[in-house]
C-alpha cells in the first residue's frame, strides 16, 4: 500500500510509516495528480484541492484531511467516483476554544472589555461553538447562540446577534448554497445593522466575512475592533485590513499540539478502518519544555498576540508562519 501525506502534517511520521509499504511526504500546496496515481490514500490539509483534477484516473481509495473544515474537497465528485473521504470533526475545537478564551481576555486587559458585564453571540454551535459557549460561561458572560440548523429554540436569530452583542465570534463551515449558506454571512448588511458597536472574531473561514465589508464597518466605526485567525485569499490577507485588527493571525487558531495529534490519530484510525489494518497505537502531544514557566494564566500557555506581531511585521511569511508553528499546548500535563 501507498499513501501520500501532507509534509506539515506534524507527529504523524512515525506512526503512519508502519501502516504502508511506502509512505511519500509532501507539500500540501504542490501535491499533483501524477504525486497520487498510484496511491491507495491520500493524507492532506486545507491547502490541497482534492477534485476530478487530482484524482481522476489514480488508484485512491481514501482521502483524508486532518482538518475539521472540507471544503477543499469535492466531495460530490469523490462520492460518485467511488472514493471514500473523511475529515476530523472536532479535532482542533480546544484549540480555537482556547484561542478565543485569550483573546478574550486580551480584549480585557488591553481594550478595557468588561467580560462580566457584556454578551458574546456565538454564531455556530457544533464542535468548536459548543466549546466556546463554556468558555464564555466560564468568563461571566452572557451567551447568546444562532445555529438555525440545530432547531434549539433557546437558539435566536441572526438579527437578534447583530442588535444585542458586545462580541460577535464565528463557527460555522464555509457553505455557498441553500438557505443558510455562509459565504458573506457578514457582509455589508450584516455590519450596517449592528447596534452595540461589537468585537468581531472570526475563527472559522476567511469568506464567512466579507473582508472588505469588515475593514469599512472598522473605519465607519461600526465595529469596535476585530480578532481576524482566517482571511479572504489566504495566503494573501488584505494589508489594510491587516494592520487594522486588534490581532491578526496565520489560520492557526486550531494549531495547539492537542488538536493535531487529535487530527493524527483520527487520520490513523480512518486508515486502519478502511483497509482492516492492526491498530499502531495513539500519538500523544509533545511534553512542554522543562523550563516552562506557568503562573496557571491561560495567556502562560498560549497568547495570541505573539503570532499577531508576527504576521503584522511580515504578511508574506503567511505560510511558513503556519508551516512551521511552534509548540503550544492546551494544557500543562
Sequence with gaps: ?????????????????????????????????????????????????????????????LVVTATIGYDHIDTQWLESAGIRWTNCPGCNSGSVAQYVECTLLLLEQQKGLSLHQSTIGIVGCGHVGSKVKAVAERLGMQVLICDPLLGNPSFVSLDEIERRCDVITFHVPLTREGCYATWHMADDSFFRHLTRVPYIINTSRGEVVDNKALLAALQDGRVRDAVIDVWEHEPHPDAELLDRVFIGTPHIAGYSADGKTNADNMVIDAICQQFALPHPGKIAPPALPNDFHYTGSPLDLYNPMDDSKKLKADASQFEQLRNNYPLRREKKD
Design 1 to 61: 500500500m501507498k499513501i501520500v501525506v501532507d509534509n506539515k502534517i506534524p507527529y504523524i511520521r512515525e506512526t503512519i510509516c508502519q501502516l504502508a509499504d511506502e509512505v511519500v511526504f509532501l507539500s500540501g500546496a504542490a501535491i499533483t495528480a501524477d504525486d497520487v496515481r498510484d496511491a491507495d490514500v491520500l493524507v492532506v490539509r486545507t491547502r490541497t484541492h482534492c477534485d476530478r483534477q487530482l484524482l481522476e484516473g489514480s488508484k485512491v481509495q
